[in-house]
């Protein structure tokens, strides 16, 4: 790997920085290596809504149906100043109610046969939902919440609540781990840090924050000094990927990694940009609900598939994630006004998706390569570290426990998965006032685990084996369904 | 095995400044040597400073940055400035929240203040801090729904930690429950002090006007050794005098045990400063010792803590065993280069000079770690989580801008005034490895013999036929500026 890595920097190191490589590089192993085995033509966007999204101010009840779900809503959250509580109904002024994303086909939840809404800042999600390409996945959870924000998080992650494994990687990571080698990248988190789902030793991920800010830093004084430095530069992190040592080995080939990565990423900023002019201007357009963090970092997303769907070299992410920020609404949550902080955050990720989404049947339209069939190549799986709180605080919510996850594609079976979770005062811990995870079969009220999630994203989409996914995803050594996860087939009816 | 009384070796010596500062300058190595410190003697004088410094009254965030940026790379008291790091990352509070540059230079100054002394001192301050009180929502926090987000990360991030050292449960939620209620009613006034409003404050069960009877007694850490099955009441503690209820909280805190009856708070701080100072995944035993050496457990005096932990043999161990090695800050990284460097950044906007013009703090944002506005509650991810192809990137460009930064004054990198050479035909490259590497502090990472030291070699005469002419001005600058560029982007100098 070492010599090919010397090869590479050579060649491109003198050329000028952004350039399209040589045919012959295609023969690089590192770029065989890289052509995916299980997810295939496909690709994976893991979307995070850092800090906990409220689910009961999400996917939202809006009657009774044969259980008590708008009752114990309503009981929850109150409907004065302050009050997050949605009214099953057109709302008032700036407030909106359920009516206004009410879906074209209803959807009720299988248990309570409760008709159910989304929260009117999520209309976008409405329409994928109602085109058959978005899927709620009510109640997901796992034994035993924890309900601080590190510890959650990490175990959404890794999807290890129990600590059943010894690994730390992220659970998508260890299925990249496990199929790519060090200097191949197969992922990239936009942003700054790497995506902890992705989050692994055995194969290098991108933190990329804006694609045509990603270029090597060269000496712009001695350029003919550049290809000397760049060869000495390789040695130095060559030697520190061999060094045996963990953290020096992760360095040098984080470093190796990038200096590649850094030759071949930025010019898909042009491309895209050259190509598209309606659709990059489409993200940045605030009037139709664009020009937020959501909408511009879905877009370098949108930037990298176009680019790998056509085969730019050494170009080969398939695995992405997106975060949001600012769920953790304890105060000044907003219920369905339109200038709410809740509505805003649900509208920027809605709309965001769906731009994503329209960007690539665009993509697709009239192409025979790699671009054809893309909205049915993408899934997006939305989540966030916990719940809120059933019964509200002042005017925001604490922490709470499940809440619904999306999956969202044209490849997806759009529908509603899984059980709402039982909000009814008998049920929540008075002290605790959240709901409560359980396995058992004869629970009407039964919990999705987020394992049995991410399993069914492994086997259908990943095309994992199902003993390769169950070990990844072990099942809980706890006999006793109730508060445990005892049994899977990761087959949740999404795809 | 060496103890307070050994004198410091060259490597020793080095690893102490770095650890306690920002980089080993070569006279602050040689002055150690010189006087024949003793570890013990050599943490006495790091910790001996008298609080001091910045002291910014501003309102507009960058100026508040960028004059504690200046400060970090000027100051003496270095060990001052790391504790105040430290501090920020643990009690992390972000002006994106907070909106307010003076309530956020006022925390800094708290942590500046009470960096090194009682640790019970500086929670009092940090309970009533305003930027913190608005950060985590204690200004919001009322009697008729008590909001837990404070109380939580009181007890997870700042004092106990969610889980103990053998990996067991410090707190129950209703713990953090029945603290909230300690908190209600505290606010801000216009003067920037915390007081109590009582007309918002949750009395508690019995008191004149309490309409919450169902809540019950204000008894936490029900289950805790410390204080058996029944707790401790801190609201029978306190009694009619509410604003004492946070203080009665802190005392169960401070007396709060461990699953193996250890205090809890002393073990916690001790843990995060030994992996922020010594050793990033220390052994139990290595923490209880260090908390027994200092009677950290009784004192609660940081300065005593970390004068035990800069005294052991275990804060030497990375020099001998790679794994215990640290990546630096993206703070460390900036400003030990700059001070070993000799180099100033430039007027308030603090860039270098002829470099892209990046202001340092968008240096520092880019390496993921903008002051004053942390990612979280938690602070910063260190360790590994420092390095990523985005942060790799923002190092190796600012390194690439300040090595060319030109010209005479202090805001250039001017070589000559760190080297040396003489102005040979043929320069020895090994002398001049042997001499960067050196200043920079890396010189056992290019050790003759090792892939790294031949790399520097043959780059210094890559291009060049094989010689050094050092007589010629453009090799020379270009050579010199090329091999330190490259030493401060290598993986070797990423760690200390």
């Not at chain 1, 730019?312 to 105060?331: C, E, I, K, P």
């Not at chain 2, 002291?55 to 790391?82: A, C, D, G, I």
Request: negative net charge.
């Amino acid at each position: 790997m070492a010599l090919t890595r010397r090869q590479f920097l050579r060649r491109t190191g003198i050329a000028t920085a952004g350039g399209l490589f040589a045919p012959s590089l295609f023969g690089n192993p590192f770029l065989q290596r890289a052509l995916a085995q299980t997810i295939g033509d496909r690709y994976f966007v893991s979307v995070f809504l850092d800090g906990g999204n409220d689910g009961l101010g999400t996917i939202i009840p809006y009657d009774n149906g044969g259980g008590s779900l708008r009752t114990d809503y309503e009981l929850a959250r109150r409907s004065d100043a302050g009050g997050l509580r949605l009214a099953a109904g057109p709302g008032s002024g700036s407030t909106e109610g359920l009516d206004q994303a009410m879906p074209l086909t209803p959807f009720f939840d299988p248990n309570t046969g409760a008709q159910l809404g989304f929260h009117p800042g999520l209309q976008a999600f409405r329409d994928l939902y109602d085109a058959g390409h978005l899927a709620v996945i009510q109640g997901c959870g796992y034994p035993h919440a924890n309900l601080s924000h590190d510890i959650s998080t990490s175990i959404w992650e890794t999807g290890d609540p129990l600590h059943n494994l010894a690994s730390t990687a992220g659970w998508a990571g260890r299925h990249l781990a496990a199929e790519y080698s060090p200097t191949d990248i197969p992922g990239v988190t936009i942003g700054s840090r790497v995506a902890g789902e992705l989050e692994q030793a055995g194969t290098s991920i991108l933190a990329i924050t804006r694609l045509n800010r990603f270029g090597f830093p060269l000496d712009a004084e001695y350029s003919s000094d550049n290809a000397a430095k760049l060869n000495a530069f390789d040695a130095l992190y060559t030697e520190a990927a061999n060094s045996g040592i963990p953290m020096r080995e992760f360095i040098g080939n984080s470093g190796i990694a990038t200096a590649l990565a850094a030759e071949s990423y930025p010019q898909l900023h042009n491309t895209y940009r050259n190509d598209r002019p309606a659709f990059d201007a489409l993200y940045d357009d605030a009037s139709a609900g664009g020009r937020t963090s959501m909408s511009r970092d879905l877009r370098e997303v949108a930037k990298v598939i176009y680019g790998v769907a056509q085969g730019v070299a050494n170009v080969n992410a398939r695995f992405f994630q997106v975060r949001n920020g600012g769920y953790d609404t304890h105060s000044n949550q907003g219920g369905g006004q339109t200038n709410g902080r809740h509505y805003s955050l649900h509208r920027e990720v809605a709309v965001a998706l769906q731009m994503f989404f329209d960007d690539l049947a665009d993509m697709a339209q009239g192409q025979s390569d790699g671009r054809q069939d893309l909205p049915e190549k993408v899934c997006v799986l939305v989540w966030s570290e916990f719940s809120r709180r059933v019964i509200q605080n002042d005017n925001g919510t604490d922490h709470g426990t499940q809440g619904p996850m999306f999956l969202i594609g044209h490849g997806v079976n759009g529908g509603v998965v899984g059980n709402h979770p039982n909000i009814a005062p008998v049920v929540i811990d008075a002290n605790k006032g959240n709901t409560v995870y359980s396995q058992a079969a004869a629970d009407p009220f039964r919990s999705t685990d987020l394992r049995d999630v991410y399993g069914t994203v492994l086997k259908h989409w990943m095309n994992v084996p199902q003993a390769t996914v169950q070990a990844m995803l072990p099942l809980d050594p706890i006999a006793d369904p109730a508060n445990y996860w005892t049994a899977a087939d990761f087959d949740l009816p999404l795809f | 095995m060496g103890d307070q009384n050994s004198p410091l070796s060259a490597d020793e010596a080095r690893h102490l400044l770095r650890r306690t500062g920002f980089g080993a300058k070569q006279r602050d190595v040689a002055k150690i040597l010189d006087r024949g410190e003793t570890r013990g003697q050599a943490a006495d004088r790091l910790l001996g400073f008298k609080p001091s410094g910045f002291r910014p009254r501003n309102n507009s965030l960058y100026l508040v940055h960028n004059k504690w940026f200046k400060f970090m790379t000027r100051t003496k008291l270095e060990l001052q400035e790391k504790l105040v790091l430290f501090w920020h990352d643990h009690f992390a509070t972000s002006n994106d929240v907070v909106g307010n540059a003076q309530w956020m230079a006022n925390q800094n100054r708290t942590l500046r203040l009470h960096g090194k002394g009682d640790f019970r001192v500086m929670m009092h301050a940090i309970n009533r801090d305003p930027a913190m009180m608005d950060f985590l929502d204690t200004v919001r926090n009322r009697r008729s729904e008590p909001n837990e987000n404070y109380s939580r990360e009181l007890k997870e991030l700042f004092c106990l930690g969610v889980f103990d050292l053998d990996g067991q449960p410090t707190y129950t939620q209703e713990d953090i429950v029945q603290t909230a209620r300690a908190f209600t009613g505290w606010r801000v006034d216009k003067k920037g002090q915390a007081y109590l409003s009582e007309s918002q404050h949750d009395r508690g069960t019995g008191n004149p006007g309490d309409p919450y009877p169902e809540r019950g007694p204000k008894v936490i850490f029900k289950d805790n050794p410390a204080f058996g099955s029944a707790g401790y009441d801190y609201g029978a503690a306190a009694g009619t005098n509410y604003a004492a209820e946070i203080d009665e909280v802190m005392n169960a805190i401070w007396a709060h045990q461990d699953s193996a009856g250890r205090n809890t708070v002393a073990h916690w701080i001790a843990y995060r400063l030994i992996t922020f100072f010594s050793d990033p995944e220390p052994s139990n035993a290595y923490v209880e010792a260090m908390v027994a050496n200092s009677g950290f457990d009784t004192t609660f005096v940081v300065a005593d803590l970390l004068r035990a932990i800069f005294v052991d043999d275990q804060f030497y161990a990375a020099l001998t065993d790679p794994t215990k090695l640290s990546v630096k800050w993206p703070v460390d990284f900036v400003v030990s280069t700059l001070r070993v460097l000799e180099m100033k950044l430039k007027s308030r906007y603090q860039y270098i000079d002829g470099g892209s013009y990046d202001t340092v703090q968008d240096t520092l944002s880019n390496m993921g770690q903008l002051l004053l506005e942390p990612p979280s509650v938690f602070g910063w991810d260190w360790e590994g989580s420092w390095i990523n192809s985005s942060t790799l990137l923002a190092r190796y460009g600012f390194v690439r801008d300040a090595m060319s930064a030109r010209g005479n004054g202090k805001t250039a990198f001017r070589p000559e005034r760190l080297f040396a050479f003489a102005e040979s035909p043929s320069a020895d490259p090994d002398i001049v490895v042997d001499a960067v590497t050196a200043l920079l502090g890396v010189s056992n990472s290019f050790a003759v013999g090792s892939g790294n030291r031949d790399a520097l070699i043959h780059y210094l005469t890559d291009g060049l036929g094989g010689t050094l002419d050092f007589s010629d001005f453009e090799t020379r600058d270009k050579k010199l500026r090329g091999v330190v560029m490259l030493v401060t982007q290598s993986p070797a100098y990423m760690l200390h």
